[in-house]
């Protein structure tokens, strides 16, 4: 089973537009990571945010995560086509050190 | 540097059949974990290892196995295939055993069963 879950499903925007794409998981954790996925291939790590973490930046990329609610949202500004891809957040469990909970991925898509 | 390696890239295979599946780790890592994604759906965590040790298994079945070598290689072996065995297989490295840090994936081997 899956323990993140990965809203909305799917976006399509323009480009220059900025997405957001929220993730929910169901236990503690350590941390929380998104990947990016193009066209059914290997992923590729973007960001990693600790439990005790609030926001973290990275170059057109920023992340939140809400342990209260169990949440991560993840901000790509000024989208370029370049970004057209699926989005994975997976989250690794304070019980288990050694494997990642993927949720089912945002499929972006950004119109020139 | 050569960043993680799979091979084969695709291979089709017949229900019933056995399949090895290979991938070299970046220089240097010593974690490889081998993941299932089927298509629209997020990757399924398999096995880990670390230094040569299984770490973590997931919820897969017995016909499910794996070895680390030496060099760190791994090949993820899968017995009496199903049709639904047909997915991408995903390797990734890591510099350490635990999740706390990146996993770097390699293409993946899509297998697909007939």
């Known amino acids: 089973s899956q323990q993140g879950e990965e809203d909305p499903q799917a976006l399509s925007i323009q480009e220059g537009e900025n997405a957001t794409m929220n993730c929910s998981y169901k236990t503690s954790i350590n941390n929380l990571q998104w990947y990016r996925q193009n066209s059914g291939r290997g992923l590729v790590h973007l960001i990693l945010?600790?439990?005790n973490e609030r926001e973290k930046h990275s170059g057109r990329l920023r992340v939140t995560l809400d342990t209260s609610k169990k949440s991560s949202s993840l901000l790509i500004t000024a989208s370029r086509a370049a970004d057209t891809a699926s989005y994975f957040c997976?989250?690794?469990?304070?019980?288990?050190?050694?494997?990642?909970?993927w949720g089912a991925g945002t499929k972006l898509i950004i119109k020139p | 540097d050569a960043g993680v390696t799979q091979s084969p890239t695709h291979l089709i295979k017949t229900r019933g059949q056995q399949v090895t599946l290979r991938c070299s780790p970046i220089s240097g890592h010593k974690s490889v974990s081998w993941y299932q994604q089927v298509l629209g759906q997020g990757p399924q965590f398999i096995f880990q290892y670390y230094e040569k040790e299984e770490r973590g298994r997931g919820n897969f079945p017995d016909r499910f196995s794996a070895r680390q070598f030496p060099n760190y290689s791994s090949e993820l072996n899968v017995n009496a295939l199903l049709l639904g065995d047909s997915a991408l297989y995903l390797c990734a490295s890591s510099s350490l055993a635990i999740t706390s840090n990146e996993q770097f994936f390699g293409p993946g081997t899509r297998l697909t069963v007939l």
């Open positions: 997976a989250t690794a469990g304070l019980d288990s050190n050694y494997q990642l909970i």
């Open positions: 945010i600790r439990s």
